[in-house]
């Protein structure tokens, strides 16, 4: 069976390591030293030394520690984003955020709290409540 991998060219921090495909679920902790892609269920901690993507299809219920997390599923929990985090159009994100380099992208949700470290480096932060708007 052949992997296809959607977005190849963000690969570009490190080589793709893993994949959890739909269907799959798991709990845990699971460490990464690469690219990774999450498009089944999981629950529990996540530490990356590279690029995290949840896909569409993915659940994930976790604290996350990573460089680069792009969102495309459904996330739950405490992530930790050391470069940037990403949510995209199909991403729907449900808790707290750490980052110096958060984007939304339109059609993405966050319902949280985003904490942005302050310009100065003095290793305040800002922290922005964040919470859909109400279609109807």
Do not use: Y
């Amino acid at each position: 069976m052949a992997w296809i991998f959607k977005n190849r060219d963000e690969s570009n921090d490190s080589s793709w390591c893993g994949l959890i495909e739909k269907d799959v679920r798991i709990e845990g902790t699971l460490r990464v030293p690469g690219t990774f892609r999450i498009d089944g269920e999981f629950k529990g901690d996540i530490i990356s030394t590279g690029r995290l993507i949840l896909g569409e299809n993915a659940i994930v219920d976790a604290e996350i520690h990573a460089v680069h997390v792009v969102i495309a599923g459904k996330f739950t929990g405490k992530l930790h984003a050391e470069r940037e985090a990403k949510i995209s159009a199909t991403g729907r994100a449900q808790g707290e955020i750490h980052t110096p380099c958060l984007q939304i992208e339109p059609g993405g949700v966050l319902d949280g709290v985003c904490h942005v470290p302050a310009a100065a480096g003095d290793g305040r932060e800002i922290v922005v409540p964040v919470r859909p708007i109400a279609t109807g």
